[in-house]
Structures are given as structure tokens and as C-alpha cells.
């Protein structure tokens, strides 16, 4: 197998996942990519994984965590929503490029691992049943696949309902974001026994507000979970 990889190789080269230069290994990024990619590293909010200035000091939150306190235990991002993180987000949610959750899912797994114990289940944010019929498939689904495939952990893609369409945030004040949200999300009574008790983890591709996270956050505490952190490939943050 590895002889015909390698001979795959030379007739057609990888690629790095965001441009067309050649990689020595697939699903990787280029050099110019790699310090393109705005990895979430150092000293981060304690609750939602945004960069903070200082050298790690314990659980530290930024200055929205505290003037908005969080439903959840704790909160994890990879990447920044913005440069090349923007760009695979975008690519990840619009033009079907499914290619990249293996990436994503290897960089979820190094920034989620304070948040990680033994029994913790990976929990996708839903999307509407409507929106799945456009979109194919709901890229925070299938990145909590991705993840319990490279972490070993348990994934439960379907735990989550949305009980109404929700119109788009973009535009919407912090405010209106969570009023919007308030009861869209519940867990499916069929998979509540799979979050009782239990340790969760919930994901999604970017955290802006933090409204869907919170929704979701309420919705499975109410199933009896014992403790809920948050993990997303990409954090939106203020300008500095």
C-alpha cells in the first residue's frame, strides 16, 4: 500500500489543503499557509479559547467571558475566524470541501485537550432539517466525526434537534442573537440516556456570540448531564 501511495505521489503530487503548492504529505498546508493559519496557542480565555495577551496563568477568562458569564464549564477554538481560518471555515461550510474535517479534526484534538476526560461524548450543534436539505450535510457533525475518529472518544451526531428554523444571525445584536436562539435547540428523547450524567462536549465550526453554544449548552443540562465544555474550529474575535 505504502509503494502505491508513493507512486501515486509522483504522478499526482499533493497538495496543500488551501492552495495548489505541493506538501509532503496530504491534507497538510503549505509553508505560506502554515503562517497564514491563525492558530489559537499561548494564553487563552479559559471559557471560549479566544488569545489572550501574558504567558499562561491558569483559567483566565477575556473581557466578554466576564461581562458575559457562559452556560458552560469550559470553551475551546484551533483556529482565529479570520485570514486563512476564515478561508476554511468558509470552504469547510459552502463549497463542500469535506477534505479538510481531517485537518480539522487533528487540530480540534490539540486545542480540546484540556477539556477532554476519559468518558467524554462529542456533540455536534444541529441544523435544521430544512437547511440540511440545501446544505448536504452539517459541517459540525461531521467535525465531531472527525475528532472521535483521532481522539478515540464517543461521538453522538444525532443528540441534538433544532425544534424551529432560526433566520441567519449576521446583523443581529448579541441580544437578539440569544432571543433567536432561546428553545431552538433540545436534545432527541431517543439519545437523552446517551448525555445523562455523562461528561459532553459540544461542537461547532465557529462561536461568534456564543448563543447557539449557550442553547445547546441549556439543552443538554436539562437531559441530566454532569458537565458541559464547548469546542469550536474557529473563535470570532474582536480586533485588537
Given at each position: 500500500?505504502?509503494?502505491?501511495?508513493?507512486?501515486?505521489?509522483?504522478v499526482?503530487?499533493?497538495?496543500?489543503?488551501?492552495?495548489?503548492?505541493?506538501?509532503?504529505?496530504?491534507?497538510?498546508l503549505?509553508?505560506?499557509?502554515?503562517r497564514?493559519?491563525p492558530?489559537?496557542?499561548?494564553?487563552?480565555?479559559?471559557?471560549?479559547?479566544?488569545?489572550?495577551?501574558?504567558?499562561?496563568?491558569?483559567?483566565?477568562l477575556c473581557?466578554?467571558?466576564?461581562?458575559?458569564?457562559?452556560?458552560?464549564?469550559?470553551?475551546?477554538?484551533?483556529?482565529?475566524?479570520?485570514?486563512?481560518?476564515?478561508?476554511?471555515?468558509?470552504?469547510?461550510?459552502?463549497?463542500?470541501?469535506?477534505?479538510?474535517v481531517?485537518a480539522a479534526?487533528?487540530?480540534?484534538?490539540?486545542?480540546g485537550?484540556?477539556?477532554?476526560?476519559?468518558?467524554?461524548?462529542?456533540?455536534?450543534?444541529?441544523?435544521?432539517?430544512?437547511?440540511?436539505l440545501?446544505?448536504?450535510y452539517?459541517?459540525?457533525?461531521?467535525?465531531?466525526?472527525?475528532?472521535?475518529?483521532?481522539?478515540?472518544?464517543q461521538?453522538?451526531?444525532?443528540?441534538l434537534?433544532?425544534?424551529?428554523r432560526?433566520?441567519?444571525?449576521?446583523?443581529?445584536?448579541?441580544?437578539?442573537?440569544?432571543?433567536?436562539?432561546?428553545?431552538?435547540?433540545?436534545v432527541?428523547?431517543?439519545?437523552?440516556d446517551?448525555?445523562a450524567?455523562?461528561?459532553?462536549?459540544?461542537?461547532?465550526?465557529?462561536?461568534?456570540?456564543?448563543?447557539?453554544?449557550?442553547?445547546?449548552?441549556?439543552?443538554?443540562?436539562?437531559?441530566?448531564?454532569?458537565?458541559?465544555c464547548?469546542?469550536?474550529?474557529a473563535?470570532?474575535?474582536?480586533?485588537?
Open positions: 500500500m505504502r509503494r502505491l501511495q508513493r507512486a501515486l505521489s509522483l499526482y503530487p499533493d497538495q496543500c489543503m488551501m492552495c495548489e503548492a505541493r506538501v509532503e504529505e496530504r491534507g497538510g503549505c509553508g505560506p499557509c502554515w497564514e493559519t492558530f489559537l496557542q499561548g494564553l487563552v480565555c479559559h471559557a471560549c479559547g479566544s488569545s489572550l495577551p501574558g504567558e499562561d496563568a491558569g483559567e483566565v473581557d466578554t467571558c466576564l461581562a458575559l458569564p457562559r452556560p458552560w464549564e469550559a470553551g475551546r477554538a484551533a483556529i482565529s475566524y479570520r485570514d486563512a481560518g476564515r478561508r476554511v471555515v468558509l470552504a469547510l461550510k459552502h463549497r463542500d470541501r469535506l477534505d479538510l481531517p479534526a487533528e487540530w480540534l484534538h490539540r486545542a485537550q484540556p477539556l477532554f476526560r476519559p468518558d467524554t461524548v462529542l456533540v455536534p450543534v444541529p441544523v435544521h432539517w430544512t437547511r440540511l440545501t446544505r448536504r452539517n459541517q459540525a457533525a461531521e467535525l465531531c466525526r472527525g475528532l472521535a475518529r483521532v481522539s478515540g472518544l461521538a453522538v451526531p444525532d443528540a434537534l433544532r425544534t424551529r432560526t433566520p441567519m444571525l449576521d446583523g443581529l445584536t448579541v441580544a437578539e442573537r440569544f432571543d433567536t436562539l432561546s428553545g431552538a435547540i433540545k432527541d428523547p431517543e439519545r437523552s446517551a448525555l450524567g455523562r461528561d459532553v462536549c459540544v461542537m461547532d465550526d465557529v462561536m461568534t456570540s456564543g448563543a447557539t453554544l449557550a442553547a445547546a449548552t441549556g439543552a443538554i443540562y436539562a437531559a441530566g448531564a454532569e458537565r458541559v464547548v469546542l469550536v474550529l473563535r470570532v474575535e474582536k480586533d485588537p
